[in-house]
């Protein structure tokens, strides 16, 4: 797959203008905390926390269906809801009453950029975990450490985009998480250093076994990121 960046659209926008709960057996468990061992012995930390947030199950997925919400204090800013076809790479669209559709693949009309660009944006909230596979990151490692927000003792992992590339090329996340590999904060770097905000990775739901963090807040909770209609299939 070609590498993509995430362009963080909405942070440009407000700037100018845990675990999840399962009812799994000692046996299912046993067999998840191996598969991710052997992951990270295998592959490394990509794979590892890939493999943790359900890669393997979502290979099989023929549909995601989701809706992107962003909340600034009482205000909801933004409301984007998708429609992806895994198998014919068709992604629809719809804000409002308007819904628009496009094909992903290498030669995106430049009347469907802007969409594209959005999705980008969207399905990184949603699927981070697996850019770390999808993509071509350089990683840092850096264990117990604070994390920024909670300040609690966690492992920290630098994902480096190249300057090359991408449509916000050179941008960083620093992500926060526990020993069993799950996101648990992280904090999203610009190219350059001029903008960067922390957020939560919590509120983690099941859906066909693979765990998304459905809400991510700000320290002070005044801007919250959170996704609704959640479908995978």
């Given amino acids: 797959m070609k590498k993509i960046f995430f362009p963080l659209l909405v942070m440009l926008s407000i700037i100018s203008c845990k675990n999840t709960e399962s009812d799994k057996s000692d046996s299912e468990m046993t067999s998840a905390n191996t598969t991710v061992a052997a992951a990270e012995e295998k592959d490394g930390i990509a794979n590892t926390i890939a493999i943790a947030n359900g890669f393997d199950k979502f290979k099989d997925a023929t549909e995601v269906e989701f809706t992107?919400?962003?909340?600034v204090n009482d205000t909801v800013r933004s409301s984007r809801h998708w429609k992806w076809n895994k198998k014919t790479s068709e992604i629809s669209l719809t804000e409002g009453d308007s819904t628009k559709t496009y094909?992903?693949?290498?030669?995106?009309?430049?009347?469907?950029v802007s969409i594209d660009q959005k999705f980008i944006n969207d399905s990184y909230w949603l699927l981070?975990?697996?850019?770390?596979?999808?993509s071509?990151?350089?990683?840092?490692?850096?264990?117990?450490?604070?994390?920024?927000?909670?300040?609690?003792?966690?492992?920290?992992l630098e994902v480096a985009y190249s300057t090359d590339g991408g449509y916000t090329p050179g941008d960083t996340y620093d992500i926060y998480y526990g020993n069993d590999y799950m996101i648990e904060e992280w904090v999203y770097k610009a190219a350059g250093g001029d903008r960067q905000m922390a957020t939560t990775w919590e509120d983690y739901k099941e859906f066909k076994g693979i765990p998304i963090a459905?809400?991510?807040?700000?320290?002070?909770?005044?801007f919250q990121l959170y996704f609704t209609d959640v479908s995978i299939k």
């Fill in 136 to 156: 071509d990151p350089k990683l840092t490692e850096e264990k117990e450490v604070a994390a920024p927000i909670s300040g609690d003792t966690l492992n920290k």
């Fill in 128 to 134: 981070f975990p697996y850019q770390l596979v999808w």
């Fill in 214 to 222: 459905t809400m991510h807040k700000s320290g002070d909770g005044s």
């Fill in 68 to 71: 992107f919400n962003v909340k």
């Fill in 103 to 112: 094909t992903k693949n290498d030669s995106i009309p430049k009347n469907k």
